[in-house]
């Protein structure tokens, strides 16, 4: 690749007896050109052009328009952004290695060599959501989930050896080591990136892109890094630059620092409300201002974690002192170090917190006004403060349940107490039962409004539960698990707890699953482990399990009483999603929640409490304890982290991370370029996407006599259309398994199946919780099949079969914020293989429009102030979209004509970049890259 280094910006840095090649950042200078001023997140991408200009993607007119950038004005000018690196998780990273493996073969089939099909820059992917909370509460609880785990995946992970050794520059994190993010904050990240570049020791700054839509963690080590779907991914793995419009910036003030009493959950919950009602989707947040400085690296992540979740592309911290101490905590050498303090001062990267950078729009927050929080019942941006969090539970209740008389129905303030501790059994798909109690006293815990269900266990341990009971408390997801601070803060509550005779409630499922095995090893130097555990929270796994929907079976009494009685019950985590049917199929209301408030929640037992004003249990003598009795203080908290948390643990948790244990590695291992598919697998199969693809993409055409698969309303999530979560029993995507000889114990979950296209198109749009308003009346995978007469309700596979029978293109039509949450790919590919050629919604999120058209769906949005309402649409009209064969002459129509039933509109074309249309007129992204590969 030719450089023309258009503004001699390649110099020479220095760093002790090391010298570094960079591109500085201060050699762009011009007419209207202000680098100095540019938001820190704008002068990496600056950088990114800078070094990967060629004269063709990257050009020096496009490094001009960045460095020249108008604040105020809206995005419009398209640049080609090159990562450093690709992260995947498995659930994702697996259909990306199919895919992978699935083009190395055609291009072989279009006469080319398949080893062209290879990662360019390196491609880290840690096996994290794969493992399920089978079993909990007691001390083998880790070995054996591990154990099932394995058995369970033995495909997939065979499938992810084969790869890491014919693959290069791919290397694979194995099961049992930690969560990805995690992973990626405490050890893979570079923070500034070095390699060889002919001969010549080169450093920029570390930039990456993740299958998965937190990668934005790493933001708080100033690392620009965004979620992208694992089409675009695999795009970046071949050494295509991800195209973007240069965004808007919005700056985020930060003064003052937090108060006691309140943890980072709280502060990104706060941050989140804020963000997600200023609307920031696309947008980039930076964070500056003086209270920058007292923020923690911890805290700095979990609000980077949580960007997806107010919608912005990243969420960023720019590197300061802060940053090189965490850098020194975890264990990375003294000359990276080095390296990454002399190169940010060097280009002007370094935190000045008294500098006010151009930015497109601000906003503020004096952290000392954050109070205790938790976010729910559905929506992560739907905060509560703590102290209205029971009121706010009754008033949820009412859309979840008919109230008699209008009351509330929940618990009152009596709940039972009298359960001692013990070391629960097992707890497994099987043989799950609750802990064993040597005796109890029962209590009267409904409210007398309502009726309460009665559970009782095998062992004749009886008691009753009612709407709100918290049966799932879990300390899940990177998010929070990351952070030293809450974590400590959750075992000493748990400690206090325990001394003042507290238990857990026996209809509560706990579970322990940090990000890493640093936690553990602290919480065992520190001489905590043992009141989590008595409290039933022991280690169940080192990976998402609850936070991505691996919270396992419900303990069987318990989810017997919920299934007869039609409760409304309750899971409480610490993860970043609570979207609806994700946790657990049988729970419908979900809360986010810091660490210490999940066991807090777990010794409650119900939603239907005030934990400021009422007892949450009674100690040894029968005298109410309430939260602020068994809160730690934040001094108690660092007392513990500076005595239990050191940089050796960091440094001996990751040295092998990459080889795992015995089972890993006695794993059979396929070998070859080429993978041998085996016809028989129902976890790995050969995708569809290039059979019969020509060398040439054919023209592009409109669309004709289409019918609505789906009619869906407002923040249809990714989970929605494609779950991640357990397989419903009386699914398509059960009925495939059932006849290709699974049992249904063995069904394990969507996300683990993602490499098995045919699982995946039956387990798209059939999450429980989804409303097709088209088959009002229905919850589910649901829809009405206009191939037949009078369009009878059936599952949306089976309908979207008879269409494509039928020659019959299909349509989407959506609300607001569609495909907000995970970056799914399968939502996309899913959405494909069932036959919808075009969705018409009011409003996307970013990653998932982009998905779309990475797999050749046209996105399609109503004008401001329309919308199915406002049009009058049923979902029963048969759709004609024209206009879009303008994009054969190389233009992007910016409207195209709907004709659906006797209404007419214009519907927006959302193609925004001139990359996107090539990606559409080839079919896809692969498709493209495929045929650039061949050219």
Not at 139 to 145: I, V
Not at 500 to 524: F, I, M, N
Not at 862 to 873: A, C, I, K, R, Y
Request: glycine share 8%.
């Amino acid at each position: 690749m030719t450089h023309p280094n258009s503004f001699d910006a390649k110099q020479t840095l220095k760093v002790g007896n090391d010298s570094y090649e960079i591109y500085r950042l201060d050699a762009v200078k011009g007419s209207g050109l202000n680098v100095s001023s540019l938001p820190y997140s704008l002068k990496i991408l600056l950088e990114n052009l800078l070094r990967t200009e060629n004269g063709s993607d990257v050009t020096a007119e496009d490094i001009r328009a960045l460095a020249g950038w108008d604040e105020s004005a809206q995005p419009n000018r398209e640049i080609a952004f090159t990562p450093a690196r690709v992260v995947l998780q498995d659930f994702t990273g697996v259909p990306a290695v199919v895919d992978l493996a699935t083009m190395r073969e055609a291009v072989k089939d279009l006469g080319g060599d398949p080893t062209k099909i290879n990662p360019l820059a390196p491609v880290e992917l840690v096996i994290d959501h794969s493992v399920i909370v089978d079993v909990f509460g007691q001390k083998t609880a880790f070995e054996q989930n591990v154990e099932i785990e394995y058995k369970r995946n033995l495909e997939r992970y065979q499938f992810l050896r084969w790869g890491q050794n014919a693959f290069e520059n791919f290397k694979v994190v194995p099961p049992g080591t930690g969560i990805v993010h995690q992973v990626n904050l405490e050890h893979l990240s570079r923070v500034v990136f070095t390699k060889d570049q002919n001969g010549t020791k080169q450093a920029y700054p570390d930039t990456c892109v993740g299958t998965d839509s937190h990668t934005p963690m790493v933001n708080g080590l100033g690392i620009v890094a965004w979620g992208v779907g694992g089409i675009e991914a695999e795009a970046a793995m071949l050494g295509q630059p991800i195209s973007m419009l240069i965004p808007r910036v919005v700056g985020f003030k930060l003064t003052g620092s937090l108060p006691e009493g309140t943890t980072a959950t709280d502060l990104v919950l706060t941050i989140t409300e804020m963000l997600r009602k200023h609307r920031v989707v696309g947008k980039f947040v930076e964070f500056y201002g003086p209270g920058v400085a007292s923020v923690p690296l911890a805290n700095r992540a979990t609000i980077g974690n949580m960007s997806p979740e107010y919608g912005s592309t990243i969420a960023i911290f720019p590197i300061d002192d802060e940053t090189l101490n965490y850098m020194r905590l975890t264990g990375r050498s003294n000359e990276q170090i080095a390296l990454v303090e002399a190169y940010a001062k060097e280009q002007g990267l370094w935190h000045d917190p008294k500098a006010q950078p151009r930015y497109s729009e601000t906003l503020e927050l004096d952290l000392s006004t954050v109070v205790p929080s938790i976010a729910g019942p559905k929506r992560p941006q739907d905060r509560i403060a703590l102290t209205d969090s029971k009121s706010s539970f009754r008033s949820a209740l009412s859309s979840y349940v008919e109230l008699p008389g209008g009351k509330p129905v929940g618990y009152d303030k009596a709940v039972a107490e009298s359960f001692p501790a013990s070391d629960p059994p097992a707890q497994d798909s099987k043989t799950a039962r609750a802990p064993t109690p040597t005796d109890h006293t029962e209590h009267a815990e409904t409210n007398p409004a309502a009726d309460s269900a009665p559970v009782k266990f095998a062992d004749g341990t009886e008691c009753r539960i009612n709407h709100g009971a918290v049966v799932i408390a879990a300390i899940t997801s990177c998010t929070n698990t990351s952070n030293p601070a809450v974590m400590i803060a959750a075992a000493l509550l748990a400690k206090k707890a325990v001394e003042k005779g507290l238990k857990r409630k026996p209809w509560v499922k706990t579970s322990l699953a940090p990000g890493s095995r640093v936690v553990t090893d602290y919480y065992e130097r520190a001489g905590l482990t043992p009141y989590l555990n008595e409290l039933g929270f022991n280690l169940v796994g080192y990976g998402c399990t609850t936070c991505i929907g691996n919270s396992g079976p419900l303990i069987p009494e318990v989810s017997e009483a919920i299934t007869n009685n039609d409760l409304s019950v309750v899971s409480v985590l610490s993860g970043n999603r609570n979207f609806e049917g994700r946790i657990h199929p049988e729970v419908k209301m979900n809360y986010l929640m810091s660490p210490p408030l999940v066991v807090a929640y777990a010794l409650a037992g119900t939603m239907d409490l005030d934990l400021y004003r009422e007892p949450i249990g009674r100690d040894h003598d029968g005298k109410d304890v309430y939260l602020k009795d068994i809160w730690p203080s934040t001094s108690e908290v660092q007392a513990v982290i500076d005595q239990a948390i050191a940089e050796d643990m960091y440094a001996t948790g990751y040295r092998d991370v990459f080889a795992g244990d015995e089972r890993w590695q006695a794993l059979p291992t396929p070998s070859g370029q080429l993978f041998d598919w085996d016809t028989h697998s129902t976890y790995v199969r050969k995708p569809p996407y290039f059979e019969n693809m020509p060398r040439t993409p054919g023209a592009v055409s409109d669309i004709k006599n289409a019918r609505v698969l789906a009619l869906l309303g407002d923040s249809v999530t990714t989970d929605h259309i494609s779950p991640a979560g357990s397989i419903a029993k009386n699914s398509p995507a059960a009925q495939y398994l059932k006849e290709h000889g699974v049992e249904p114990a063995d069904f394990n979950s969507y996300g683990s199946r993602r490499g098995n296209h045919e699982v995946m198109i039956r387990g798209t749009f059939a999450n429980v919780r989804l409303r097709n308003q088209l088959a009002l009346e229905t919850e589910g995978g649901y829809t009405r099949d206009f191939t037949r007469a009078e369009g009878p309700v059936t599952t949306i596979y089976d309908a979207s079969r008879n269409y494509l029978q039928a020659n019959t293109p299909l349509v989407i039509l959506a609300g607001k914020e569609y495909g907000s949450g995970s970056s799914r790919d399968w939502a996309a590919k899913g959405t494909v293989l069932l036959g919808v050629r075009a969705v018409i919604a009011e409003s996307y999120e970013r990653i998932h429009r982009s998905n779309l058209l990475g797999m050749g769906v046209l996105p399609l949005q109503f004008p401001d102030g329309q919308s199915v309402e406002t049009l009058g649409l049923t979902g029963e009209e048969s759709f004609d979209i024209s206009g879009i064969e303008a994009l054969n002459t190389d233009t992007i129509p910016k409207t195209v004509a709907v004709k659906a039933g006797n209404v007419e509109f214009e519907a927006i074309v959302r193609i925004d970049t001139p990359s996107e249309a090539q990606y559409y007129r080839n079919g896809g992204i692969m498709q493209y890259v495929l045929r650039n590969l061949l050219d």
